[in-house]
Protein backbone atom coordinates (compact mmCIF):
# COMPACT_ATOMS: atom_id res chain seq x y z
CA UNK A 1 0.00 0.00 0.00
CA UNK A 2 2.90 2.57 0.95
CA UNK A 3 4.02 2.25 -2.68
CA UNK A 4 1.02 4.38 -3.26
CA UNK A 5 3.48 6.86 -1.92
CA UNK A 6 7.04 6.75 -2.89
CA UNK A 7 8.12 9.52 -3.20
CA UNK A 8 7.18 12.38 -0.62
CA UNK A 9 7.72 16.73 -1.35
CA UNK A 10 8.07 18.70 1.93
CA UNK A 11 7.52 21.99 2.15
CA UNK A 12 9.90 23.86 4.75
CA UNK A 13 12.97 23.37 5.57
CA UNK A 14 12.50 24.26 9.75
CA UNK A 15 12.91 22.31 12.27
CA UNK A 16 9.80 20.72 11.68
CA UNK A 17 10.04 20.38 7.57
CA UNK A 18 13.60 18.85 7.84
CA UNK A 19 13.03 16.03 10.72
CA UNK A 20 9.77 14.95 8.69
CA UNK A 21 12.11 14.73 5.71
CA UNK A 22 14.26 12.45 7.81
CA UNK A 23 12.03 10.58 9.00
CA UNK A 24 10.00 10.17 5.65
CA UNK A 25 13.49 9.22 3.95
CA UNK A 26 13.69 6.41 7.20
CA UNK A 27 10.90 5.08 6.15
CA UNK A 28 12.04 4.32 2.95
CA UNK A 29 10.62 7.59 1.07
CA UNK A 30 12.04 9.75 -1.94
CA UNK A 31 12.20 12.70 -0.38
CA UNK A 32 12.24 16.31 -1.77
CA UNK A 33 12.53 19.68 0.81
CA UNK A 34 12.28 22.52 -0.64
CA UNK A 35 12.99 25.85 1.46
CA UNK A 36 12.53 29.03 0.49
CA UNK A 37 15.70 30.28 0.94
CA UNK A 38 18.02 29.48 -2.01
CA UNK A 39 21.33 30.26 0.67
CA UNK A 40 19.60 27.82 2.99
CA UNK A 41 18.91 24.96 0.54
CA UNK A 42 22.67 25.17 -0.68
CA UNK A 43 24.04 25.13 3.35
CA UNK A 44 21.43 21.84 3.67
CA UNK A 45 22.73 20.58 0.51
CA UNK A 46 26.90 20.91 0.48
CA UNK A 47 26.80 20.11 4.38
CA UNK A 48 23.75 18.05 4.70
CA UNK A 49 23.02 19.29 7.75
CA UNK A 50 20.54 22.33 8.84
CA UNK A 51 21.99 23.89 11.59
CA UNK A 52 19.69 27.64 11.22
CA UNK A 53 17.12 25.62 12.51
CA UNK A 54 17.71 21.84 13.77
CA UNK A 55 21.51 21.91 14.80
CA UNK A 56 23.74 18.87 14.88
CA UNK A 57 21.04 16.25 13.05
CA UNK A 58 22.28 15.31 9.83
CA UNK A 59 20.30 15.00 6.69
CA UNK A 60 19.61 12.01 5.50
CA UNK A 61 20.46 10.47 2.45
CA UNK A 62 17.38 10.43 0.90
CA UNK A 63 16.68 13.70 1.52
CA UNK A 64 17.42 16.22 -1.68
CA UNK A 65 17.23 19.94 -1.21
CA UNK A 66 15.64 21.91 -3.17
CA UNK A 67 14.71 25.74 -3.93
CA UNK A 68 12.51 25.23 -6.62
CA UNK A 69 9.04 24.61 -5.51
CA UNK A 70 7.96 23.30 -9.39
CA UNK A 71 10.39 20.43 -8.48
CA UNK A 72 7.95 19.38 -6.25
CA UNK A 73 5.18 18.17 -9.33
CA UNK A 74 5.82 14.68 -9.00
CA UNK A 75 5.77 13.91 -5.81
CA UNK A 76 3.21 11.71 -4.57
CA UNK A 77 2.49 13.12 -1.30
CA UNK A 78 3.32 16.57 0.14
CA UNK A 79 3.68 17.39 3.95
CA UNK A 80 3.58 21.31 4.34
CA UNK A 81 5.76 22.51 6.80
CA UNK A 82 5.64 26.16 7.08
CA UNK A 83 4.30 28.43 10.13
CA UNK A 84 0.72 28.21 10.62
CA UNK A 85 -0.01 32.07 9.54
CA UNK A 86 2.27 31.16 5.93
CA UNK A 87 0.36 28.24 5.09
CA UNK A 88 -1.84 30.04 2.52
CA UNK A 89 0.55 31.73 0.86
CA UNK A 90 2.48 28.97 0.08
CA UNK A 91 0.17 26.31 -0.49
CA UNK A 92 -1.53 28.88 -3.03
CA UNK A 93 2.00 28.81 -4.57
CA UNK A 94 2.13 25.04 -4.66
CA UNK A 95 -1.25 24.82 -5.99
CA UNK A 96 -0.32 25.04 -9.55
CA UNK A 97 2.08 22.43 -9.43
CA UNK A 98 0.05 19.71 -8.19
CA UNK A 99 -1.94 16.91 -9.49
CA UNK A 100 -5.38 16.47 -8.61
CA UNK A 101 -5.78 14.40 -5.60
CA UNK A 102 -2.12 14.58 -4.49
CA UNK A 103 -2.70 14.57 -0.47
CA UNK A 104 -1.32 17.88 1.03
CA UNK A 105 -0.67 17.19 4.75
CA UNK A 106 -0.46 20.35 6.93
CA UNK A 107 1.92 19.85 10.08
CA UNK A 108 1.56 23.52 11.24
CA UNK A 109 -0.31 23.76 14.96
CA UNK A 110 -2.55 26.75 14.37
CA UNK A 111 -5.31 28.28 13.21
CA UNK A 112 -5.48 30.81 10.70
CA UNK A 113 -5.84 34.72 12.14
CA UNK A 114 -8.43 36.80 10.26
CA UNK A 115 -10.30 33.75 8.62
CA UNK A 116 -10.56 31.83 12.15
CA UNK A 117 -9.92 28.88 9.54
CA UNK A 118 -8.09 25.00 10.98
CA UNK A 119 -5.42 24.23 8.46
CA UNK A 120 -7.01 21.64 6.32
CA UNK A 121 -9.90 24.31 5.78
CA UNK A 122 -7.20 26.96 4.58
CA UNK A 123 -5.55 24.23 2.44
CA UNK A 124 -9.04 23.21 0.90
CA UNK A 125 -9.25 27.05 -0.39
CA UNK A 126 -5.81 27.90 -1.18
CA UNK A 127 -4.81 24.06 -3.02
CA UNK A 128 -8.44 23.16 -3.76
CA UNK A 129 -7.53 20.23 -6.00
CA UNK A 130 -5.71 18.58 -3.14
CA UNK A 131 -6.57 15.82 -0.85
CA UNK A 132 -6.24 18.02 2.27
CA UNK A 133 -5.01 16.29 5.67
CA UNK A 134 -3.33 16.59 8.84
CA UNK A 135 -0.15 15.50 10.88
CA UNK A 136 -0.20 16.43 14.59
CA UNK A 137 0.85 14.69 18.05
CA UNK A 138 3.62 15.06 20.74
CA UNK A 139 7.03 15.41 18.81
CA UNK A 140 9.68 17.40 18.89
CA UNK A 141 11.62 18.24 15.86
CA UNK A 142 15.05 17.11 17.70
CA UNK A 143 13.52 13.81 18.76
CA UNK A 144 12.25 12.89 15.67
CA UNK A 145 15.34 13.77 13.79
CA UNK A 146 17.24 11.79 16.09
CA UNK A 147 15.09 8.61 15.53
CA UNK A 148 13.83 8.33 19.42
CA UNK A 149 10.32 6.86 19.57
CA UNK A 150 7.68 8.82 19.10
CA UNK A 151 3.99 8.70 18.03
CA UNK A 152 1.61 11.24 16.21
CA UNK A 153 -1.53 10.66 14.74
CA UNK A 154 -2.23 11.33 10.88
CA UNK A 155 -5.94 12.26 9.96
CA UNK A 156 -7.35 13.06 6.46
CA UNK A 157 -11.28 12.75 5.22
CA UNK A 158 -11.13 9.18 3.64
CA UNK A 159 -9.70 6.66 6.01
CA UNK A 160 -7.74 4.40 3.50
CA UNK A 161 -5.78 7.69 2.44
CA UNK A 162 -4.86 8.45 6.54
CA UNK A 163 -4.02 4.59 6.46
CA UNK A 164 -1.68 4.95 3.67
CA UNK A 165 0.06 7.93 4.25
CA UNK A 166 0.86 6.87 7.65
CA UNK A 167 1.89 3.35 6.44
CA UNK A 168 4.26 5.17 3.54
CA UNK A 169 5.89 7.63 6.28
CA UNK A 170 5.88 5.75 9.34
CA UNK A 171 8.77 3.48 11.10
CA UNK A 172 9.89 1.26 13.67
CA UNK A 173 11.09 4.92 15.45
CA UNK A 174 8.15 7.29 14.24
CA UNK A 175 4.87 5.43 14.88
CA UNK A 176 1.38 7.17 13.21
CA UNK A 177 -1.70 6.05 13.82
CA UNK A 178 -4.28 7.13 11.58
CA UNK A 179 -7.76 8.98 11.91
CA UNK A 180 -10.46 10.39 9.71
CA UNK A 181 -11.03 13.29 12.92
CA UNK A 182 -9.25 15.52 11.18
CA UNK A 183 -10.79 18.22 12.80
CA UNK A 184 -10.10 16.76 16.50
CA UNK A 185 -6.50 16.46 15.23
CA UNK A 186 -5.88 20.27 14.12
CA UNK A 187 -7.90 21.16 17.07
CA UNK A 188 -5.88 19.67 19.49
CA UNK A 189 -2.30 20.87 18.03
CA UNK A 190 -3.56 24.24 18.22
CA UNK A 191 -5.39 25.08 21.77
CA UNK A 192 -2.54 23.19 23.24
CA UNK A 193 0.01 25.94 22.39
CA UNK A 194 -1.61 28.37 24.12
CA UNK A 195 -2.14 26.40 27.09
CA UNK A 196 1.43 25.31 26.92
CA UNK A 197 2.55 28.98 27.24
CA UNK A 198 0.05 29.27 30.35
CA UNK A 199 2.17 26.40 31.96
CA UNK A 200 5.26 28.46 31.26
CA UNK A 201 4.50 31.08 33.29
CA UNK A 202 3.58 28.49 36.11
CA UNK A 203 7.01 27.37 35.64
CA UNK A 204 8.37 30.67 35.69
CA UNK A 205 6.85 32.08 38.51
CA UNK A 206 7.77 29.26 40.31
CA UNK A 207 4.16 28.04 41.85
CA UNK A 208 4.92 24.35 42.15
CA UNK A 209 4.31 20.99 40.36
CA UNK A 210 1.04 20.72 42.01
CA UNK A 211 -0.07 23.99 40.35
CA UNK A 212 1.61 22.34 36.93
CA UNK A 213 -0.47 19.32 37.00
CA UNK A 214 -3.99 21.67 38.16
CA UNK A 215 -3.14 23.83 34.63
CA UNK A 216 -2.87 20.53 32.31
CA UNK A 217 -5.58 19.27 33.64
CA UNK A 218 -8.27 22.43 33.84
CA UNK A 219 -6.38 23.07 30.27
CA UNK A 220 -7.07 19.92 28.60
CA UNK A 221 -10.99 20.74 30.09
CA UNK A 222 -10.53 23.64 27.88
CA UNK A 223 -9.45 21.63 25.04
CA UNK A 224 -11.77 19.42 24.94
CA UNK A 225 -15.35 22.03 25.72
CA UNK A 226 -13.73 23.65 22.48
CA UNK A 227 -13.24 20.78 20.37
CA UNK A 228 -16.74 19.09 21.38
CA UNK A 229 -18.07 23.06 20.26
CA UNK A 230 -16.39 22.47 16.77
CA UNK A 231 -17.12 19.02 15.96
CA UNK A 232 -13.71 17.29 17.32
CA UNK A 233 -14.29 13.49 18.46
CA UNK A 234 -13.45 13.44 21.94
CA UNK A 235 -11.36 10.34 21.87
CA UNK A 236 -9.08 12.26 19.33
CA UNK A 237 -8.65 15.06 22.00
CA UNK A 238 -7.85 12.60 24.49
CA UNK A 239 -5.45 10.86 22.00
CA UNK A 240 -2.17 11.90 20.83
CA UNK A 241 -3.01 15.19 19.01
CA UNK A 242 -4.69 16.72 22.31
CA UNK A 243 -4.22 15.47 25.58
CA UNK A 244 -0.41 13.61 24.45
CA UNK A 245 1.12 16.66 22.90
CA UNK A 246 -0.97 19.00 25.93
CA UNK A 247 1.27 16.89 28.83
CA UNK A 248 4.50 17.37 26.43
CA UNK A 249 4.48 20.63 25.55
CA UNK A 250 3.34 21.89 29.60
CA UNK A 251 6.28 19.89 30.61
CA UNK A 252 9.23 21.26 28.96
CA UNK A 253 11.18 24.15 28.19
CA UNK A 254 12.05 22.47 25.29
CA UNK A 255 8.97 23.46 23.92
CA UNK A 256 9.10 27.24 22.27
CA UNK A 257 5.81 27.69 24.01
CA UNK A 258 6.32 26.65 27.40
CA UNK A 259 9.98 28.85 26.94
CA UNK A 260 7.79 31.95 26.07
CA UNK A 261 5.46 31.48 28.85
CA UNK A 262 8.81 30.88 31.04
CA UNK A 263 10.09 34.12 30.10
CA UNK A 264 7.30 35.67 30.92
CA UNK A 265 6.90 34.07 34.17
CA UNK A 266 10.05 35.42 35.24
CA UNK A 267 9.18 39.34 33.79
CA UNK A 268 11.46 38.59 31.33
CA UNK A 269 8.97 39.46 28.40
CA UNK A 270 8.86 38.00 25.29
CA UNK A 271 12.22 35.76 24.79
CA UNK A 272 13.78 35.18 23.30
CA UNK A 273 12.46 37.03 20.55
CA UNK A 274 11.68 35.79 16.90
CA UNK A 275 11.57 32.63 17.65
CA UNK A 276 8.26 30.87 16.11
CA UNK A 277 6.09 30.44 19.43
CA UNK A 278 2.72 29.45 17.26
CA UNK A 279 0.50 29.67 20.12
CA UNK A 280 1.34 33.14 21.10
CA UNK A 281 -0.37 33.84 17.77
CA UNK A 282 -3.38 31.54 17.98
CA UNK A 283 -4.44 32.61 21.54
CA UNK A 284 -6.41 35.56 20.00
CA UNK A 285 -8.14 33.67 17.37
CA UNK A 286 -8.76 31.06 19.65
CA UNK A 287 -10.70 33.02 22.33
CA UNK A 288 -12.66 34.73 20.12
CA UNK A 289 -14.03 31.42 18.25
CA UNK A 290 -14.57 30.26 21.84
CA UNK A 291 -16.61 33.43 22.85
CA UNK A 292 -18.00 33.34 19.30
CA UNK A 293 -19.69 29.76 20.89
CA UNK A 294 -20.11 30.62 24.19
CA UNK A 295 -16.89 28.40 25.17
CA UNK A 296 -15.40 29.00 28.35
CA UNK A 297 -11.31 29.01 28.23
CA UNK A 298 -10.40 30.80 31.34
CA UNK A 299 -6.53 29.63 31.12
CA UNK A 300 -6.16 30.50 27.09
CA UNK A 301 -7.82 34.07 27.59
CA UNK A 302 -5.51 34.68 30.57
CA UNK A 303 -3.14 33.85 28.34
CA UNK A 304 -4.39 36.01 25.46
CA UNK A 305 -4.97 39.26 27.92
CA UNK A 306 -0.86 38.74 28.90
CA UNK A 307 -0.11 38.65 25.28
CA UNK A 308 -2.20 41.44 23.84
CA UNK A 309 -0.75 43.60 27.24
CA UNK A 310 -4.00 44.30 28.50
CA UNK A 311 -3.11 42.06 31.93
CA UNK A 312 -0.13 41.49 33.52
CA UNK A 313 0.93 38.23 34.72
CA UNK A 314 -0.47 38.40 38.82
CA UNK A 315 -3.58 40.04 37.09
CA UNK A 316 -4.11 36.92 35.30
CA UNK A 317 -3.10 34.53 37.64
CA UNK A 318 -5.49 36.20 40.24
CA UNK A 319 -8.29 36.38 38.18
CA UNK A 320 -8.22 32.74 37.27
CA UNK A 321 -8.06 32.24 41.15
CA UNK A 322 -10.49 33.95 42.31
CA UNK A 323 -12.99 32.64 40.13
CA UNK A 324 -15.91 31.23 41.96
CA UNK A 325 -15.45 26.87 42.84
CA UNK A 326 -17.83 25.08 40.59
CA UNK A 327 -18.43 21.58 39.80
CA UNK A 328 -15.37 19.74 37.89
CA UNK A 329 -17.09 19.62 34.49
N1 LIG B 1 9.65 22.15 15.78
C1 LIG B 1 8.87 21.20 16.27
O1 LIG B 1 9.29 20.45 17.17
C2 LIG B 1 7.49 21.01 15.75
C3 LIG B 1 6.85 21.98 15.01
N2 LIG B 1 5.57 21.80 14.58
C4 LIG B 1 4.88 22.81 13.81
O2 LIG B 1 5.49 22.94 12.54
C5 LIG B 1 5.30 24.28 12.05
C6 LIG B 1 6.67 24.80 11.59
O3 LIG B 1 7.48 24.84 12.75
P1 LIG B 1 9.06 24.69 12.69
O4 LIG B 1 9.53 23.96 11.51
O5 LIG B 1 9.46 24.19 14.02
O6 LIG B 1 9.47 26.22 12.57
P2 LIG B 1 10.89 26.84 12.17
O7 LIG B 1 10.87 28.23 12.69
O8 LIG B 1 11.98 25.93 12.58
O9 LIG B 1 10.85 26.84 10.58
C7 LIG B 1 9.85 27.49 9.86
C8 LIG B 1 10.13 27.25 8.39
O10 LIG B 1 9.08 27.83 7.64
C9 LIG B 1 9.67 28.75 6.72
N3 LIG B 1 8.78 29.88 6.50
C10 LIG B 1 8.36 30.78 7.40
N4 LIG B 1 7.54 31.65 6.83
C11 LIG B 1 7.46 31.29 5.52
C12 LIG B 1 6.79 31.83 4.41
N5 LIG B 1 6.01 32.91 4.53
N6 LIG B 1 6.95 31.23 3.23
C13 LIG B 1 7.73 30.14 3.10
N7 LIG B 1 8.39 29.58 4.12
C14 LIG B 1 8.25 30.15 5.31
C15 LIG B 1 10.98 29.19 7.33
O11 LIG B 1 11.83 29.66 6.33
P3 LIG B 1 13.08 30.61 6.69
O12 LIG B 1 14.11 29.71 7.31
O13 LIG B 1 13.49 31.14 5.37
O14 LIG B 1 12.57 31.66 7.64
C16 LIG B 1 11.44 27.87 7.94
O15 LIG B 1 12.01 27.05 6.97
C17 LIG B 1 4.68 25.08 13.20
O16 LIG B 1 3.30 25.22 12.98
C18 LIG B 1 4.95 24.21 14.43
O17 LIG B 1 3.96 24.36 15.43
C19 LIG B 1 4.90 20.64 14.85
C20 LIG B 1 5.50 19.64 15.57
C21 LIG B 1 6.85 19.75 16.08
O1 LIG C 1 4.45 20.88 18.82
C1 LIG C 1 5.49 20.58 19.35
C2 LIG C 1 5.74 19.28 19.98
O2 LIG C 1 4.68 18.40 19.77
C3 LIG C 1 6.57 21.58 19.40
O3 LIG C 1 6.23 22.48 20.39
P1 LIG C 1 6.79 23.97 20.36
O4 LIG C 1 6.34 24.57 19.05
O5 LIG C 1 6.19 24.60 21.56
O6 LIG C 1 8.28 23.86 20.43
Not at 217 to 240: D, I
Not at 262 to 278: K, M, T, V
Request: net charge neutral.
Amino acid sequence: MSARFASIGVVGAGAWGTALANASARAGREVLLWGRDAALVETLRRTRANPAHLPGVALAPGVEPTADLAALAGADAILLVVPAQASRAVAAALAPHLAAGTPVVTCAKGIERGTSLFMTQVLAQACPAALPAILSGPSFAADVAAGLPTAVTLAAREIEVAGALAAALGSASFRLYHSRDVRGVEIGGAAKNVLAIAAGIVGGRRLGASAGAALIARGFAELMRFGKAFGAQAETLTGLSGLGDLILTCSTAQSRNYALGLSLGQDEGLHPPGRLAEGALTAGVLVAMADGRGVDMPIARAVEAVLAGRSDIEQAIGSLLARPQKAEA
